[in-house]
């Protein structure tokens, strides 16, 4: 029936007019009070914070947006940094801290992600941290305990240094179970002064421990050595600013009742059950990964070009000192420490034999 709103009761209350009868005005098109809906109950929201470190962002999720979580759990491989943060954060029951070795399926029993059960997924920085192993089957094993343990509809959200076409790459592996396209975007990488880096000016730079955006990485001051010295401002040599750039991706879990095949953008089809992906699909995941991990860094965007390796040796070249007569100079010297070490083990020989 068509629903005309009264107006609290006025002309189409249907109850008279201060509306006692029509409840809120609603009625019908034959003058029936239609029935208020009670409001939905409300609904747990959980989020799993993946390599959560000893990190404020967990804490940081509490405090913002009073009442959007009613549960964060947060996760790392180190027992050490976990018992830390359980005792850092004892008094508030809405953090929990769990032991779990991302690189391995975390269901199960003794298992922190439960399938299906959180709306929210959060990695900042863990992904990046699995693509340095030597094959893709840690990154596969991330995003498959990702995919598992999130709701119909639930969203995992990735922080990265790396391009949105790597990542949208690799979830869009048809039996991870996201909705396709995976939404990227990029922000500005905030940009740290020298002091805060402990790298200049009088004084030097000491860090502040409780802001979790001063950090000392000494392999961060190295890259940007080797980036300024050999004047790429910044690039990685394949056109992507690894240094300027942050990427958010944000990938939605599809309803597991949905029966659809997809095609992954690697040009393979995949068959999407009812269930989220098994230990078995794991390994196709991890398959998937490494074809598009050699693809990438080898092919599409390889990081260490012939221009790019001889701009490194000549940067270190010159920190080290080693350019002009110099560079020819401790050639020269090399070369008469390694005639010293033949001339002397020549002679080694020759006494070692007289002996015998």
């Known amino acids: 029936p068509k629903v005309v709103n009264g107006g609290g009761?006025?002309?189409?209350?249907?109850g008279g007019g201060d509306g006692g009868d029509g409840g809120d005005g609603t009625t019908s098109a034959d003058g029936a009070a239609a029935p208020t809906p009670p409001p939905p109950?409300?609904?747990?929201?959980?989020?799993a914070v993946l390599g959560c470190g000893t990190s404020r962002l967990s804490e940081q999720l509490c405090m913002d947006q009073e009442g959007a979580w009613s549960e964060v759990m947060s996760c790392d491989y180190d027992p050490g940094c976990i018992a830390h943060m359980r005792t850092l954060h004892q008094a508030d029951p809405s953090m929990r801290w769990e032991v779990a070795d991302l690189s391995q399926p975390c269901q199960g029993p003794n298992g922190?992600?439960?399938n299906g059960y959180f709306d929210a997924v959060l990695d900042k920085g863990t992904l990046d941290a699995m693509l340095c192993d030597t094959m893709g089957s840690a990154s596969a094993s991330l995003a498959c305990n990702a995919s598992r343990t999130l709701v119909n509809g639930g969203i995992y959200v990735i922080v990265s240094l790396h391009p949105p076409e790597l990542l949208q790459a690799l979830l869009s592996v048809p039996v991870l179970g996201f909705e396709q396209?995976?939404?990227?975007?990029?922000?500005?990488?905030?940009?740290?002064?020298?002091?805060?880096?402990?790298?200049?000016?009088?004084?030097?730079?000491a860090t502040d421990p409780t802001d979790p955006t001063d950090s000392s990485d000494a392999a961060d001051a190295m890259m940007a050595m080797l980036l300024e010295q050999a004047g790429a401002s910044g690039e990685s040599g394949s056109g992507l600013n690894y240094e300027g750039d942050v990427s958010v991706v944000v990938a939605r879990r599809m309803k597991r009742s949905m029966e659809r095949?997809?095609?992954?953008?690697d040009g393979s089809v995949g068959s999407l059950g009812s269930s989220s992906p098994s230990v078995a699909d794991g390994v196709a995941v991890g398959a998937a990964h490494d074809a598009i991990l050699e693809?990438?860094?080898?092919?599409?965007?390889?990081?260490?070009?012939?221009?790019?390796?001889?701009a490194i040796r000549r940067a270190w070249e010159r920190k080290c000192g080693k350019g002009g007569e110099g560079g020819a100079t401790t050639a020269t010297t090399a070369a008469n420490a390694a005639n010293a070490a033949n001339t002397?083990?020549?002679a080694n020989t020759a006494n070692a034999a007289n002996t015998a």
Request: net charge positive; glycine share 22%; with cysteine.
């Open 41 to 47: 109950p409300p609904r747990d929201r959980r989020i």
């Open 344 to 346: 002397a083990n020549a």
């Open 261 to 265: 095949r997809m095609e992954g953008s």
């Open 112 to 114: 922190c992600l439960i």
């Open 9 to 14: 009761g006025g002309t189409g209350g249907g």
């Open 295 to 310: 693809r990438w860094f080898t092919e599409a965007h390889p990081l260490l070009t012939k221009e790019r390796e001889g």
């Open 181 to 205: 396209p995976v939404h990227c975007t990029t922000i500005p990488r905030k940009k740290r002064s020298k002091a805060a880096k402990g790298g200049g000016g009088a004084g030097g730079g």
